[in-house]
């Protein structure tokens, strides 16, 4: 166990190149990713033949500077690390006990470019949220039908001349999805194939004109009120049977 298999790596590249800009210098995204990987592969027990438990409450330390230009990417980051996470787990066969946790904290005692990570097995109660992720923004999708296109009548415009007003729209009905072409001009492609309508599977790719959509489904840990929610450094996410794990 332990051991980054090909997609495990493009995860921690596509996570560093994303923010690379903004991160030039002290820690890196990728850094945070190790970290979490070590943790996982660490703190992982043997309790039954067939299932090995692992923590899913991680905490972040660092410096007050690398948390600063941590926190100014808000969700986008938190979700590429908890996205990281339900893929290792799934690929090493890991389960948890509850929803996954990440919290990015600061801590004046830690210099800069250093991270110190804790680690702990909380039970918690889940909340399935679908996102559309466009151009390095999340979109949660709120309703049940939700059209995208270059018209300033679809629930999400887009900035692209080679979509139609009205080009696509995803249907969620709590547990699953699917993409339907509005008869655009240039058509649509699921995963490079050309589409008129189909079920949308987690990590599917939607392109319509030169955009690129992926769909993700974060199972979000729901707190004591039985609500989502976090703010932008705190999200929490659990892995069900969507993704496979036991």
Same mark, same amino acid.
Do not use: C
């Given at each position: 166990?332990?051991?980054?298999?090909?997609?495990? +790596?493009? !995860?921690?590249?596509?996570?560093?190149?994303?923010?690379?800009?903004?991160?030039?210098?002290?820690? &890196?995204?990728?850094? =945070?990713? %190790?970290?979490?990987?070590?943790?996982?592969?660490?703190?992982?027990?043997?309790?039954?033949? *067939?299932?090995? =438990?692992?923590?899913?409450?991680?905490? !972040? +330390?660092?410096?007050?500077?690398?948390?600063?230009?941590?926190?100014?990417?808000?969700?986008?980051?938190? /979700?590429?690390?908890?996205?990281?996470?339900?893929? @290792?787990?799934?690929? &090493? @066969?890991?389960?948890?006990?509850?929803?996954? %946790?990440?919290? !990015? &904290?600061? /801590?004046?005692?830690?210099?800069?470019?250093? $991270?110190?990570?804790?680690?702990?097995?909380?039970?918690?109660? #889940?909340?399935?949220?679908? #996102? $559309?992720?466009? *151009?390095?923004? @999340?979109?949660? =999708?709120?309703?049940?039908?939700?059209?995208?296109?270059?018209g300033s009548d679809a629930d999400i415009t887009v900035d692209d001349t080679g979509t139609s007003r009205r080009h696509v729209m995803i249907t969620w009905d709590g547990r699953n999805a699917q993409v339907e072409d $509005?008869? %655009?001009?240039?058509?649509?492609?699921?995963?490079?194939?050309?589409?008129?309508?189909?079920? $949308?599977?987690?990590?599917?790719?939607?392109?319509?004109?030169?955009? +690129?959509?992926?769909? +993700?489904? !974060?199972? &979000?840990?729901?707190?004591?009120?039985?609500?989502?929610?976090?703010?932008?450094?705190?999200?929490? @996410? /659990?892995?069900?049977?969507?993704?496979?794990?036991?």
């Open positions: 166990m332990g051991i980054l298999d090909n997609f495990e +790596r493009g !995860l921690e590249r596509a996570v560093n190149g994303a923010f690379a800009k903004t991160f030039r210098s002290g820690l &890196q995204p990728v850094e =945070l990713t %190790s970290a979490l990987r070590k943790e996982l592969d660490t703190k992982a027990a043997v309790v039954a033949r *067939d299932r090995v =438990l692992a923590p899913n409450r991680f905490v !972040l +330390r660092m410096s007050p500077s690398d948390y600063k230009r941590m926190r100014s990417m808000g969700a986008a980051l938190t /979700d590429e690390l908890v996205a990281f996470v339900q893929k @290792h787990a799934t690929t &090493q @066969h890991y389960a948890f006990a509850g929803g996954i %946790s990440i919290d !990015l &904290q600061e /801590d004046p005692d830690i210099t800069v470019g250093m $991270l110190q990570v804790d680690s702990e097995n909380v039970k918690g109660d #889940v909340a399935w949220t679908p #996102v $559309l992720d466009i *151009d390095g923004r @999340h979109y949660p =999708l709120t309703k049940p039908r939700t059209v995208v296109g270059r $509005l008869g %655009s001009t240039n058509g649509s492609k699921l995963n490079g194939e050309p589409v008129k309508k189909a079920i $949308l599977e987690p990590d599917s790719v939607i392109t319509i004109g030169r955009t +690129r959509i992926v769909f +993700r489904v !974060l199972p &979000q840990a729901a707190p004591a009120g039985g609500r989502p929610g976090g703010d932008d450094a705190t999200r929490r @996410h /659990d892995m069900g049977n969507f993704w496979g794990a036991s």
